[in-house]
């Protein structure tokens, strides 16, 4: 969407405990590089980084700054908007109901939803729930260009879902539902209606009982529309215009609803230890449930590395490397939460803008895949 213009060369890093069974000071000192390099080279005003080795213990690294007007430098304990990584949570949540049998997979959108609602989505009738979390209804995009330039206009606008419906609603469908892939933030804001329609409360009340407070996640929140005080420790979030980087730390968290934008507020230690507990099956009742999180159909986008997508999860693959997890982009932040299966390493991080994430994870990923 933009483009990195200001270059920040200034860099600290901050590194955590040593892992004993590996060569680590060579993939420590490696991956502080790595991060030092991208605010070198103005990729970004700082980077946070967490990789947890096979032995359970992690190293964290930072480099850059958390504010660039009081020139703070970053931690890897900083907070942050973790933009679309909030789907992962979502996923899980509605699995969760699935396993209590208040929702199932091949429920239609209008089973779950009133007709005020799906009156503006187009083959209704025919979307599961399985292909609203694997981005395969066929929904448009509701975040447009136009979007976009609102939110700039007024960060601090509290979104409706009327208003996104009626983004929607104005353009045709992508494709038949279930016929491909297309990634669409609408289809998350719609599982959060159903979530909360099916469970009779919030679907942010859900998501922070079920899987914050479930997981152990003392440091993530999920704040209510209106909202848009980060926390004490969050590194301001910046945009690059004309040559200046514009901060959108306070974009209000109902911009992108279930979907993500800067609806969660996390840090790198509290997705390492979601992903960690996720995937060792902690937050399911049964393992075939995060077995059918897991199977990955093709979905792919070049330019993210993506080449697969299951139930809220990401499979990507980078010079060879795969990795599962997801991405999170929202106004001033971009993230990463994932798991390298080559050396059964999980990789969390994030940078504090909107920009060329690829240019920080791939190398990134190139390193944590070797020993």
């Known amino acids: 969407m933009f483009s990195i213009v200001l270059l920040l060369g200034m860099a600290g890093a901050v590194s955590g405990c040593s892992d004993d069974d590996e060569p680590t000071s060579s993939l420590h000192a490696d991956l502080q590089a790595t991060l030092d390099d991208a605010v070198a080279r103005g990729v970004t005003p700082g980077v ?21 007007e009081r020139k703070l430098p970053m931690s890897a304990q900083d907070s942050f908007r973790a933009g679309s990584i909030l789907k992962t949570l979502v996923a899980t949540a509605v699995l969760q109901s699935v396993e209590r049998n208040v929702l199932a997979l091949d429920d239609t959108l209008t089973e779950r939803l009133p007709a005020s609602v799906t009156a503006h989505i187009a083959n209704a009738e025919s979307i599961t729930l399985a292909m609203l979390l694997g981005h395969r209804s066929g929904i448009p995009e509701w975040v447009t260009d136009e979007t976009n330039q609102a939110i700039v206009a007024d960060p601090e606008h509290v979104w409706t879902l009327d208003e996104i419906l009626g983004i929607v609603e104005a353009q045709p469908p992508t494709f038949a539902p279930g016929a491909s892939y297309g990634y669409s933030n609408t289809n998350y804001v719609l599982l959060g209606e159903i979530l909360s329609a099916a469970e009779g409360r919030s679907w942010r009340e859900v998501v922070r009982e079920r899987v914050i407070a479930r997981a152990g996640l003392s440091h993530t929140t999920l704040p209510e529309p209106g909202d848009t005080d980060c926390a004490a420790s969050c590194a301001r979030g910046y945009v690059p215009f004309d040559d200046e980087l514009m901060d959108f730390t306070a974009v209000d968290p109902s911009m992108a609803g279930a979907s993500g934008g800067h609806a969660l507020v996390t840090t790198a230690f509290d ?17 075939d449930t995060l ?18 997508y299951g139930l809220g999860v990401m499979q990507l693959e980078s010079q060879g490397t795969v990795a599962v997890g997801h991405l ?28 060329d994430l690829a240019a920080v994870l791939v190398p990134i990923l190139d390193r944590a895949s070797r020993p």
Do not use: C, H, I
């Open 48 to 68: 946070a980084l967490v990789v947890s080795s096979r032995n359970g213990q992690s190293w964290s690294g930072a480099a850059g700054l958390s504010d660039v």
């Open 291 to 308: 077995d059918a999180m897991l199977s990955f159909q093709p979905a792919p986008e070049p330019e993210s590395r993506l080449v697969g």
């Open 328 to 355: 999170g982009t929202t106004a001033g932040y971009q993230s990463f939460m994932l798991y390298v299966p080559a050396t059964d390493r999980y990789v969390t991080g994030f940078t504090n803008v909107m920009g």
């Open 271 to 287: 997705l390492t230890t979601f992903w960690k507990q996720l995937r060792a099956g902690a937050l399911f009742e049964r393992a």
